[in-house]
């Protein structure tokens, strides 16, 4: 048996949890393609939450709202545990153009569930669902589940911190989420110990002038010449100054100065995100970024202002956590495959910088069908995936407990 196991096997899983899942499929398939087509920015998810807490309502289970935001904590299962899981799904959508033209696209301009949310969100209500009809067992075997329905993960500081300090993982002894994955096949999971995805926080440099005209640049400062070799020279300085193996990346999203094409502006922007690897080189790059960046602006004059949104430490997942992913992989049908720590970030690291826990990587794509890719406008999923979230997530609740201090 595998680390964190005690005396639940794989086989252990109440008869009735299968046709459950089958029976609660179709109405979970709609609610899904429901969240999808009425997607909602980070801390905008007043529909979503409205559509889940009417569902845990109709079931059954109890649950309360976060206080001053969207999001929702539900609970279900022994009144007095002995062990309690947390599932978290994250509901927020992002501000990109819908392509896919699938008949429950986006109906908001310029929003859609380009990274899954909506798979992640019926996923674990699917799973609260299925899991009250079970609550017998629950309270048999003295387990309770929290649900934790999680605002604006996409933004910088993202909504994990609001569960947080509404003790969402008060009582909690391990905490599970997965990820849709578009390079593996439905009814693959990807697991991994250690981390998973990357630090990343988000970068902003400011440039201002004097302005002037562009026949006199040696009369002012050339900002917009200033910004490019920003954009240019920080990435390259910072490759060379880091250990090559914390795997930073900066890579700027946004770059503006000025409006005519004869005019230097008195002011520019570059904004974009840094990723690292590793979370030791996270936590001492501070004062590094900003000697690059003052040194690079400095032969143009130029007054310089660096502001670094810190956002999230890698997902470190813990190993006794990811052997109860696998026998619950295994107990439901499911193939565990391994997979490579991405510069992706995620909050859910906040949540494991507390409690034990780790996430998966679900497969989404058709087998020997098109690889799509995340934060895009075309991303489309497999729906079958849906079956394999809420099997994951029931399984890993039967699949054994992590105990003290094994992660």
Known sequence: MGRGMNDAFPDDLPAELVPAISSFLPELRDIRRDLHAHPELSFEETRTTAVVTQRLTDAGISWRPLTGTTGAIADLGAEQPAYRIAL?????????????????????????????????????????????????????????????????????????????????????????????????????????????????????????????????????????????????????????????????????????????SNVIPSSGYATGTLRILDASAWEQVGPLLHEIVHSVASPYSVAVRLHRERGVPPVVNGAAAIDLLRVAAASTGLAPVPTAQSLGGEDFSWYLSRVPGAMARLGTRTPGGRTYDLHQGDLVVDEEALRHAVELFTGVVFAGRVKPGED
Do not use: M
């Open 88 to 260: 978290r799904a994250d509901i927020d959508a992002l501000p990109v153009r819908e392509r896919t033209g699938l008949d429950w696209s986006s109906t908001v301009h310029d929003v859609c569930h380009a990274c899954g949310h909506d798979v992640h969100t019926a996923a674990v209500l699917g799973a609260g669902v299925i899991l009250q009809s079970l609550e017998a067992h629950l309270r048999e075997r003295g387990i309770a589940v929290r649900l934790l329905f999680q605002p604006a993960e996409e933004v910088i500081p993202g909504g994990a911190h609001r569960l947080i300090e509404a003790h969402a993982l008060e009582g909690v002894d391990a905490v599970f989420a997965i990820h849709c994955d578009p390079s593996l096949d439905v009814g693959q999971v990807g697991l991994r110990e250690g981390p998973i995805t990357a630090a990343c926080d988000s970068i902003r440099v400011e440039l201002t002038g004097k302005g002037g005209h562009t026949s006199r640049p040696h009369l002012t400062e050339d900002l917009t010449f200033a910004l490019a070799k920003i954009v240019t020279d920080v990435p390259a300085v910072l490759s060379r100054r880091l250990d090559p193996r914390a795997g930073a990346a900066l890579v700027w999203g946004e770059v503006h100065a000025g409006k005519a």
